[in-house]
Structures are given as C-alpha cells and as structure tokens.
C-alpha cells in the first residue's frame, strides 16, 4: 500500500523513473537550500507535488537548516502536523500526501564553531542569536530528536573500533517496526503504520506512563514549559524507544530519553 501511495505521487510528479512501474524503496529527498517555495511544498499553475511530497513514506534531508528561506521552512508547519499539504489555485485545490520523516542538519553559528572546545567562535553573540532564531518555536517544537554533535576527536577518526553494523541497525528497526505493525492492525487502525502517525486516541491506548513515569512527566512539563503538542510527541518517542528496547511498559528510562532530546537553548 506504501508503494502504491509513492508510485502515484511520483507518476503525478512526471518523476517514475523508465522501467519502474512500482517504486519498492522508501524515497530520500535532499533538496538544496536554494529551493523555492514551490518546489518543496508543491505548486505552479498546474500544482504538482513538492519535495515534501517525493519524500512520503521516506525521509525528507534539509542541510544547513537556516539559510532555507524563513517562508519556505515556516509553509511545512502544517503538512508536518496534518501529514497532507493541500495547494489551491484559482481552478480548483489538489491535496497530496506528505507523511516524511525530516532530517535536518545546521551550524551551531555562521562560522561553525560556537560552543567548540578548541577553536574559538568569530561571530558576535547577537550574529549568533540571529542565526540560531531563523528556525522559529513553533517549528522547533515539531522536531522530536535534537541533537548536538561535538568535534571528533582524533583517536576516534583514526581508531580500529567498530560500531553496530548497518545489518544489525536495521534488525533493530525492523523488529521495533514488526512490534508496531502488529499493535496497530490488532487495533484495526488500518490508516497507522508506525508510532509516528499515532493520533491522540492512539497516545492514551498504548502510552500509558506508571506512577513513576507519570511524576517524571509532571515535572517536565512544568520546568520545560512544554506545550501540549509536545507532550503528545515525547509519549510517541518514548514508545518508539520502548519498542526499540522490546519492552511492553514505557518505563521511566525510556521516558527520560525521550524527553532529554528535547530542544535546548544553545545561547547561555
């Protein structure tokens, strides 16, 4: 059904590539930073689909975050909410799918190495506000995971240690995956694949917090100030890393994970 769903966006798009009648892989869009407003949401005098659209059932890479156009970036607020973006014209409105998972990447400054333990930061700390701000709240507040990369330190770049293989990565995901479709077609929620797309009735059925894990949440709302969007999207995230650790119950650690992904502020 997921192929379905990306091979008509395609077709429509004019994009199935010659020899492929059905798209079988999930779809990786990276769209440069240059890309208009049109070309990401969808649009022209006869709407076609966006890059947020290509990306539905895939993942959606925005690099260097800030320098996408404020209007641009702010336009993808309600298709990351509704899952759909609906383009109307004068003739008529076109609605197209865009359920994508945004990966997005940035500079901490516009030189790059703010907060960096060895070489100092050139921009002045209103340079750096300025650039940080380009991403609005409300946008912030639709990203699950952040995440702060440091430098990477010599002995690593160079050192023989191994990590999880991809092979192993991917039974992980697979497995957590396998777990979330047997609970939603159990539940027949035929229209929900994975946690990601779980609506609030889904939220209160399968991510009930212990009394532990309820004060937990409590507590973080109130010295967070987390809105209610947010609440909703920590629950979902702790799921999903319940499901990846196999556990029935979200326990306290794994809504501890989920909540220290939160954004943070990066000026002191």
Do not use: W
């Not at 937990?216 to 967070?224: F, G, I, K, S, V």
């Amino acid at each position: 059904e997921e192929s379905l769903d990306v091979t008509r966006i395609y077709s429509v798009a004019d994009q199935l590539p010659a020899g492929t009648p059905l798209i079988r892989h999930r779809p990786f869009r990276a769209p440069h930073h240059t890309i208009s407003h049109a070309g990401l949401v969808g649009g022209g005098n006869i709407p076609k689909p966006g890059e947020i659209s290509l990306a539905h059932r895939g993942v959606l890479f925005l690099d260097e975050f800030p320098e996408f156009g404020t209007r641009v970036l702010e336009v993808m607020r309600q298709p990351m909410e509704d899952k759909t973006v609906t383009i109307s014209r004068a003739k008529g409105s076109l609605t197209f799918s865009a359920n994508f998972q945004l990966i997005a990447a940035m500079n901490p400054c516009p030189c790059g190495f703010y907060g960096d333990s060895l070489k100092p930061c050139t921009c002045a700390p209103a340079m750096v506000t300025k650039y940080q701000k380009r991403i609005s709240g409300p946008l912030l507040d639709r990203i699950d995971i952040h995440f702060e990369v440091p430098r990477v330190d010599y002995e690593k770049v160079s050192g023989d240690r191994v990590g999880d293989t991809r092979e192993a990565i991917r039974a992980r995901v697979q497995a957590a995956r396998d777990i979330q479709q047997k609970r939603f077609s159990n539940n027949g929620s035929s229209d929900i694949i994975c946690n990601a797309d779980m609506r609030v009735g889904e939220i209160r059925q399968f991510c009930k917090l212990q009394d532990e894990g309820q004060s937990l949440m409590r507590a973080a709302m109130t010295q967070l100030n987390l809105s209610a969007r947010a609440y909703h999207r920590i629950l979902k995230l702790a799921r999903t890393i319940a499901d990846l650790a196999g556990s029935d119950e979200i326990q306290s650690a794994h809504l501890a994970e989920a909540l220290q992904y939160r954004p943070k502020i990066m000026m002191g």
